[in-house]
């Protein structure tokens, strides 16, 4: 067995036979996120690498602390992409990061989120096993979907210690239409447009202005183009703007108030409040900034029919909205069965779990 | 059981008379087949929590049914339980075309939904062969994938909200019309989850815009491998086609004189690989895939040239399944998937099976995902037979797996492939799956004794658990 994985192994048995807790870390670029882990530091970034990637397989497989930068830059020497666009929040994330917090970037409402993508992982259990689930394959229905779950999962089952995901081929061409338009008209906009076949693959409004990135094949880019109007982006500031969103280096989200992630189906009405917004995802994801209370950002959202999540800044609380009680009891009991002493990420999620 | 069930539901939803029970004795694989002892048909949610609690309270195993189309023996019932058929959560709830959702029941069928959604310019991506028949909850139980799934994804990437019961009656919601729901993803694993951990009661479908051109290239090689290379080279030069599927020359000769769909009978496979977009797109896609085959290779190059010929391109693909049926008294039907750069060394060793078995088997794939259907034709009726068949699907699910691929892609577990599953996973990794069933499930009353084998099945069938061609401690000597 590599030594650094052996090493991973080692920690996570002696945590496991003493019960304290471990937090996981890859790189840290997302600390801000969820709840915070009391715990001993398990970093994971020595065990690393690329273990296999053949382009027409279209599957790409990594250890859990391969930098997020050399994934991509290996995939883009063969124009290949992670088409979820994973955020790296100005840092360099690790892959296994990248996977158990599962956000996804601007082509999400497109291409599909990071959950998507994987095909297979390989967990580290509290006992110290390594349990591979899904595969390196594209259709694969052996055995639960164990793969997906542990993608979002703040790693409180345990750690991915490696991952495949699938990866697409570079769109050909790239455009960034920009319209001048209020935000009630640009959600009408991203509904009418997203029920018909355009070669849309993302979509952003802010203080104004929506902007629409068109992928594809060069002719059907430059057929949409002519067909939706407004204004033509450079090729430099699109691929910047849509970084900036990705990354959350765009001024909307350096503002020092709290900032809420507020999901709903793309069609909802737009949201009665005062905060200033950043609309992304075709109109399902409504970024909300302001000082604004919690319960009252949770009732809007609920009522719009999604949830609220208290992304960074602001008072403390709850990050997540509060879950179901059948589903926590099912939260409840995977926890029990997969980490039976607590010992991995306590609290990263759930109060208790 | 029949009376406690009376007193909860109307007299004609608890069928327990040996004719009303004999139709439902096995699914779309009918060489495994048990009578239940009950069959109920409930009209409403609260009707199914009450069947649920009272099957909860009486400790009786109770077994999901939608369409009964599964080809993996995983509607089959259970001898002292209750089949549990939802062909009566048929209704489509509502079509959101602004949203672009829609909310059916479970026993609505798969293509219904896109027969309802036309209106709009939309349709239900997923398209499984038995579309016509197959139901939505049937789907959701397999993560159902098609010929469509390499550029439109499985039942998973098209669902976006499930409503369930669980075995104790409670309802549960998993995901939604938003696309981020706090916790672990549940709604992930519970699709192709077999009806072990919930029973659905409503789901909320992804509907996408009904693309304005598709077109099919149709590819002669004189070659299998020849063919495999071709799709491996197209997946290369960045072209996703929104469906690449082979069939070698078996196969065409069988569905040829059934449905005529003009097959090149000389070749030794066919590919058909499908364009969709904007014309513009099409038809730069479709030149670029001509000009692939033709330096890989190809014999003949056909294009349709009207949607009419597409859908004659696709009639033999789709018809492959009872074309079998019409050469072969029986027919068993694999369903494993492989790197698609094995494509051509698994086609071999099919070849060395058929000798090897006494069987002939012909080949469909869905190339561009790596999923093959093997056809093994046999008669049950004469004698050995059936058994030499199943040798042989289990033989060629094992090179799935030393291949580094699984033992099925879009079929399911079932019963049929439970002997495979020890081969795929290890004891530790078993055990993951069965702490997910009593995490939903305590009791371990839903769908028992399917997907996942038991540690005693595993040690009884006695194939070792393999990893990329490699059996765990090869040192040691074996039975």
Redesign the interface.
């Known amino acids: 067995m590599d030594p650094a994985l052996q090493q991973l192994r080692q920690r996570v048995m002696d945590a496991n036979a003493a019960g304290t807790p471990l937090c996981l870390r890859g790189a840290g670029t997302k600390e801000f996120y969820g709840e915070r882990c009391e715990g001993a530091l398990l970093d994971m970034r020595a065990y690393h690498g690329v273990v296999d990637y053949?382009?027409?397989?279209?599957?790409i497989t990594a250890r859990c602390g391969t930098p997020l930068s050399e994934v991509e830059r290996l995939l883009a020497e063969h124009?290949?992409f992670l088409a979820f666009e994973p955020p790296a929040f100005g840092g360099d994330p690790t892959i296994g990061g990248v996977i158990a917090a599962?956000l996804s970037g601007p082509r999400?409402?497109q291409a599909?989120?990071a959950?998507?993508f994987v095909l297979g992982a390989v967990?580290l259990?509290a006992?110290g096993?390594l349990?591979?689930?899904g595969?390196?394959?594209?259709?694969?229905?052996?055995?639960?979907?164990?793969a997906?779950?542990l993608?979002?999962?703040l790693g409180?089952?345990g750690a991915i210690t490696e991952i495949s995901i699938k990866v697409?081929?570079?769109p050909?061409r790239e455009q960034t239409l920009c319209f001048e338009v209020a935000a009630p008209e640009a959600l009408t906009l991203f509904?009418?447009w997203?029920?018909?076949?355009?070669?849309i693959s993302a979509t952003a409004w802010n203080s104004g202005q929506a902007w629409v990135r068109l992928s594809?094949?060069?002719?059907?880019v430059?057929?949409?183009r002519a067909r939706l109007g407004g204004e033509l982006l450079d090729d430099a500031g699109a691929q910047a703007l849509w970084r900036s969103l990705r990354d959350q280096t765009h001024p909307f989200f350096s503002q020092a108030r709290a900032l809420w992630?507020v999901?709903?189906?793309?069609?909802a009405a737009p949201l009665a409040t005062a905060a200033a917004q950043l609309i992304e995802?075709g109109g399902?994801?409504r970024w909300c900034a302001g000082d604004l209370p919690a319960d009252g950002m949770r009732k809007l959202a609920r009522s719009a029919?999604?949830?609220a999540?208290h992304w960074r800044g602001g008072a403390n609380g709850a990050r997540?909205?509060?879950?179901?009680p059948?589903?926590?009891e099912?939260?409840r009991?995977?926890k029990s069965?997969?980490d039976p002493r607590g010992i991995f990420n306590p609290g990263r999620?759930?109060a208790g779990l | 059981m029949a009376a406690a069930l009376r007193k909860l539901l109307p007299a004609d939803c608890v069928l327990s008379r040996d004719e009303e029970l004999r139709p439902y004795e096995c699914d779309g694989l009918s060489v495994f087949r048990q009578q239940p002892m009950l069959v109920v048909l409930p009209r409403t949610e609260a009707e199914l929590r009450a069947v649920l609690r009272e099957c909860s309270r009486l400790q009786v195993p109770v077994v999901a049914r939608g369409a009964g189309t599964g080809l993996s023996g995983g509607a089959m019932p259970h001898a002292a339980g209750v089949l549990l058929s939802l062909a009566r959560f048929n209704r489509i709830l509502g079509i959101d075309p602004v949203a672009r959702t829609a909310r059916v029941q479970p026993g609505v069928r798969n293509l219904a939904v896109s027969e309802a959604a036309a209106a709009y310019g939309l349709y239900y991506a997923p398209d499984p062969s038995s579309q016509i028949a197959c139901s939505i909850g049937g789907n959701v139980a397999e993560n159902s994938g098609g010929v469509h799934c390499l550029k439109y994804g499985l039942t998973l990437h098209n669902v976006l909200g499930l409503r369930g019961c669980t075995i104790d009656g409670e309802t549960i919601e998993l995901g939604g019309g938003a696309l981020d729901t706090p916790g672990l993803d549940l709604l992930a694993l519970s699709i192709g989850s077999e009806g072990l951990l919930l029973v659905v009661t409503e789901v909320l479908l992804k509907l996408v815009p009904k693309p304005a051109l598709a077109q099919v290239v149709m590819a002669s090689f004189d070659d299998v491998g020849k063919a495999g290379e071709a799709v491996a080279a197209i997946i290369a030069a960045g072209i996703i086609p929104s469906g690449l599927e082979m069939m070698d020359r078996k196969a065409t000769a069988a569905v040829e004189p059934f449905v005529k769909a003009g097959y090149d009978l000389g070749a030794a496979a066919i590919l058909l690989a499908e364009s969709d977009g904007t014309p513009e797109e099409v038809a730069e896609e479709v030149a670029a895939i001509e000009r692939v085959l033709t330096t890989h290779g190809a014999t003949a190059i056909a294009v349709s040239a009207s949607d009419a010929e597409r859908l004659r391109f696709w009639s033999g693909r789709k018809n492959a399944f009872p074309a079998a049926g019409r050469i072969s008294p029986d027919y068993y039907c694999m369903d494993g998937t492989i790197p698609r750069n094995r494509l051509g060394h698994m086609l071999k060793a099919i070849e060395q099976m058929e000798h090897k078995y006494g069987l002939a088997c012909m080949n469909v794939f869905h190339a561009g995902d790596g999923n093959l259907h093997p056809l093994i034709l046999f008669d049950a009726n004469t004698a050995g037979e059936w058994e030499r068949a199943d040798r042989f699907g289990a033989d060629i699910l094992e090179l799935c797996v030393q291949l580094g691929g699984t033992i099925t892609g879009e079929h399911g577990v079932g019963v049929e492939k439970l002997n495979s599953m020890c081969v795929q996973f290890s004891p530790a990794e078993r055990a993951a799956f069965f702490a997910v069933k009593r995490a939903f499930d305590p009791p371990g009353l839903l769908n028992p004794g399917k997907a996942i084998p038991t540690l005693a099945r595993c040690a009884e069938y006695g194939r070792m658990h393999v990893r990329h061609g490699q059996l765990s401690h090869p040192e040691l000597p074996r039975f």
């Open positions: 053949e382009p027409s397989e279209l599957v124009q290949q599962g999400r409402f599909g989120a959950r998507d967990l259990d006992r096993e349990l591979h689930f595969g390196k394959v594209i259709k694969n229905v052996a055995g639960f979907d164990l997906r779950l993608c979002g999962s409180i089952l697409l081929p570079l050909r509904n009418r997203g029920g018909q076949p355009l070669p594809g094949a060069p002719s059907a430059h057929a949409a992630r999901s709903v189906p793309s069609s995802w399902a994801l029919g999604g949830s999540l997540f909205d509060a879950l179901a059948a589903a926590l099912i939260h009991r995977l069965r997969f999620m759930v």
